[in-house]
């Protein structure tokens, strides 16, 4: 599965410290990045929330997400570099790869 995530990142510093901390992880888990954009305007919106980052994330299989998302190393990493560089998160899509 292949996830279009959309994001408001906050601190682009830090957030890039949670990107080449927890990839190490998601590739150990099967997954990885399609693509990644920086986005300077959003002109139409589902949500309220704003989005300044959009890209693709995937897994082989839903059992791969799930033991990623709860792998104790990596909510470690979400916890000190995610949670303090990212105020929102949007699901765009979901789609087969």
Known sequence: MEYLMGLDVTDDEM???YRNEMFP?????GGGFGYDFKI??????EVEKPINRVFTIYFKD?????DFFSN??????????FEKSVSS?????????
């Open 62 to 66: 839903e059992k791969a997400k799930e």
């Open 40 to 45: 300077a305007e959003v002109l139409k919106s």
């Open 72 to 81: 104790e190393e990596y909510l470690a990493i979400k916890k000190q570099f």
């Open 89 to 97: 998160v949007t699901e765009i899509a979901q789609y087969k790869r």
């Open 15 to 17: 957030y890039q410290k």
């Open 25 to 29: 992880i998601l590739q150990k888990h």
